[in-house]
């Protein structure tokens, strides 16, 4: 008799999440996407300025066709994390960085914020800033976008600095 109360529990907890597969049919996936970009040495301190970047190509056509879904498909892309790290010059800290904040854009769609970050470390040479809940779809499915970077020094350094931006995105989309 117990051994039919197990099964009979097994059989319905498997017919259970069939049918909240069936409510919710939308699925997850992330990705990620990298940029460089360079803070020259000759903006002041304590002063906000804007650092120029490129265009940043997006390839959304290949990561959604990878992942079996379409730009049409997607409801939301959220970004999950984002990092960023000194590559030149080697051993150099944020020590020189008192605040940034990094704006998305895209051709036809407002700026918005993407992450920022006050409370910067000055001993380490990678931080993580704080992400928004902005549904990024509307930059993301374009060919490109563009970062821009807001930032605020601390103090006079002598060379330029060298970053790489580490993005991960969260992707929901519709199967059907």
């Avoid at 970009?37 to 490129?54: G, L, R, S, W």
Wanted: with cysteine; net charge negative.
């Amino acid at each position: 008799m117990k051994t039919i109360k197990v099964f009979f529990l097994i059989v319905l907890a498997g017919l259970l999440s069939h049918s909240c597969d069936e409510d919710n049919p939308l699925f997850t996936f992330t990705f990620t996407k990298e940029s460089d970009f360079t803070i020259e040495n000759q903006f002041p301190v304590d002063t906000p300025f804007i650092v120029p970047t490129p265009d940043i190509e997006t390839n959304s056509s290949e990561t959604f066709e990878s992942n079996n879904t379409g730009a049409n498909l997607v409801e939301t892309i959220k970004l999950t994390k984002l990092k960023l790290s000194i590559t030149s010059p080697e051993g150099f800290t944020f020590s020189f960085l008192k605040s940034i904040d990094i704006y998305i854009s895209a051709q036809g769609v407002e700026e918005k914020l993407l992450a920022s970050r006050d409370d910067i470390p000055t001993d380490v040479s990678e931080i993580e800033l704080n992400t928004t809940e902005t549904n990024l779809k509307p930059y993301v499915i374009k060919d490109t976008y563009d970062l821009s970077y807001r930032v605020v020094t601390r103090e006079v350094f002598a060379q330029d600095v060298e970053l790489n931006t580490f993005m991960k995105f969260k992707a929901t989309a519709n199967p059907f």
